[in-house]
């Protein structure tokens, strides 16, 4: 039953993956994310999936709208960040309620600062 689900979900992610035009670095940035977030709050499939498709429209926003604008200064850029960071945010909270979309959100922070050390 569980490969099952996880073939669906492969192929549906494919499909999802490929009709949006995202970058490797971005489903791996969303991965990375969603991954994180299940293991820390024992999400189930169903959640990491909302969660994982939340993380992708952050970072795809935020890496498009730098680019459309052709954002080259830091500040810019942060502010583009922080304006994406909020409506994930919200669009967690609408899902799971406010406390548990912080938590989310800041261990979407946490597990980017640790690869972003390594």
Do not use: H, P
């Amino acid at each position: 039953m569980k490969q099952s689900l996880l073939i669906i979900f492969m192929i549906g992610f494919s499909f999802f993956t490929f009709s949006q035009d995202y970058t490797k670095f971005q489903t791996q940035r969303a991965t990375m994310f969603s991954t994180y977030i299940a293991g820390q709050m024992e999400l189930d499939e169903s959640d990491q999936k909302f969660v994982y498709d939340v993380m992708l429209a952050r970072v795809y926003n935020s890496n498009a709208k730098i680019k459309s604008e052709n954002l080259t200064a830091m500040e810019d850029k942060r502010a583009v960040y922080s304006a994406e960071y909020k409506i994930a945010q919200q669009k967690l909270a609408e899902e799971f309620g406010d406390k548990m979309a912080q938590k989310m959100m800041s261990l979407s922070n946490e597990s980017r600062k640790k690869a972003d050390k390594n």
